[in-house]
């Protein structure tokens, strides 16, 4: 079953809910009209029937004779018979094409105590009863007046009611257009979307406050949402296609130097004593393939599960350690620690060390190892900050803006532009910020974690 359209819905529910409305109040004012016009005529024939029955009172009835009712004067417009004691009937006003006792046989009984009977409807007429002076006398007046009064209140109902559904059906329509207009261009930046035009939005011209302003501000919030979830998806799937061509380039050039070493010592063409330099070199080659991947496993680890563990770390005791594991690799290195007794932070422990391990380790593979260290950690109001500042030769031009992005590193460089890369990922999924200022004396790389990401 289809269904009809919102507009033209709301239009048939209105009309149809005002017809019923009207056919309800017409009902109602057509039965109160009548009823009250019922009960006006039967106060007029009570009213008429006492007086036709004090009338006759004063009447001589003995003899039997029903000339003597009729020079009773009886009330104007209503039917008026009489029967007297000695069972004579006759009429003394009403007309003259019905015969005389016609209504005295359907009329009710009149009360012996000489009030006048309650009134009956007997072919389109009114009437009562009333005992006096022996005699029976029945009133009647025709109902045509008040069929009349409530066939024309009728009628003006029904015109009325027709005019008011044409005009309320007009204003309707209007009405409805101009509310549901936001729909239409809802539906018409739907379209444009669907087409391509992301940058589409539905117009705002309807008062905030009201149900339509509402309904424009949440669609234009849900389409900005949208189309920034668009972007950032796309900005991934760049990323991706980066990521993934770098990751092959990395991977290619160790795997073809030891595909190569592999070939010369199968082919028999490397000499003896030089053998075990080969063998040192195609696991000095394997060894960086190790690392890329399990750098590489490690960012899709973090991309795919961006919520890190959150509980209390000792930043002081994190930075001190790493520091020592550096040292043990390079023990002749200067190196000085500027930092607290204590300095809490929340996050995950594991991911904060390798920060600093990746930080140290960059520092001895790019500066000589002769360059003075020196780490200072400093607690602020929100946050700790730690800087790691060498006395190398600083980074080159032009690449300090990018060393945090992946597979970003010097050309003479031998590692997998991976670390500071997961350095980066792993502050930011504290919540903090890094940075670096690098010149020709030396490089400073600032690491900011809040107390309470």
Do not use: W
Request: glycine share 10%; hydrophobic share 45%; charged share 25%.
């Amino acid at each position: 079953m289809n269904r009809l359209p919102l507009r033209r819905g709301l239009a048939l529910a209105i009309l149809g809910l005002t017809a019923v409305a009207l056919v309800v109040a017409g009902v109602v004012g057509v039965v109160a009209l009548r009823a009250y016009l019922i009960e006006r005529t039967d106060k007029q024939l009570r009213a008429a029937a006492t007086l036709a029955g004090d009338r006759v009172a004063f009447v001589d009835t003995s003899d039997g004779r029903a000339d003597a009712l009729r020079g009773v004067i009886a009330p104007a417009g209503y039917v008026v018979e009489f029967r007297t004691a000695a069972g004579h009937v006759g009429r003394l006003a009403g007309p003259e094409d019905l015969a005389p006792g016609t209504f005295l046989a359907d009329a009710p009984d009149a009360p012996p105590d000489g009030r006048v009977s309650p009134a009956v409807t007997v072919a389109g007429y009114r009437m009562v009863s009333v005992r006096s002076g022996g005699a029976t006398v029945v009133v009647a007046i025709p109902l045509d007046p008040v069929r009349d009064t409530v066939r024309r209140l009728a009628t003006v109902e029904l015109i009325t009611g027709a005019v008011v559904l044409v005009l309320l059906g007009l204003f309707a329509r209007v009405l409805l257009a101009r509310g549901l207009r936001p729909l239409d261009e809802i539906t018409a930046t739907a379209g444009a979307i669907a087409a391509g035009d992301l940058d589409r939005r539905v117009p705002t011209d309807a008062p905030p406050g009201t149900e339509v302003g509402r309904l424009t501000v949440a669609v234009n919030g849900m389409l900005t949402r949208i189309q920034l979830g668009l972007a950032d998806a796309e900005r991934s799937q760049e990323r991706l296609r980066v990521f993934l061509a770098d990751a092959s380039h990395e991977l290619r050039t160790p795997l073809t130097a030891v595909r190569g070493y592999l070939q010369l010592l199968r082919k028999g063409m490397v000499p003896p004593d030089a053998r075990p330099d080969v063998l040192r070199r195609a696991d000095d080659e394997a060894a960086r393939m190790a690392t890329i991947v399990d750098d590489l496993l490690y960012l899709a680890r973090l991309d795919a599960e961006p919520v890190l563990r959150r509980e209390p770390v000792d930043l002081v005791a994190v930075v001190r350690d790493a520091l020592v594991d550096a040292l043990a690799a390079q023990p002749d290195r200067p190196t000085d620690l500027d930092a607290p007794d204590r300095c809490t932070v929340t996050g995950d422990e594991e991911a904060l060390r390798r920060v600093f391990t990746n930080l140290f380790a960059n520092v001895r593979t790019h500066t000589p190892p002769d360059a003075a260290v020196r780490v200072s950690l400093a607690p602020g109001p929100r946050a700790a900050t730690v800087a790691v500042a060498d006395r190398g030769p600083g980074i080159p031009d032009g690449l300090a803006a990018h060393v945090f992005e992946r597979f970003v590193r010097a050309e003479s460089s031998t590692g997998s532009g991976l670390g500071l890369a997961i350095v980066a990922e792993i502050v930011r999924g504290h919540g903090g910020d890094v940075g670096v200022d690098s010149g020709p004396t030396g490089t400073t790389v600032t690491v900011t974690l809040p107390y309470d990401p």
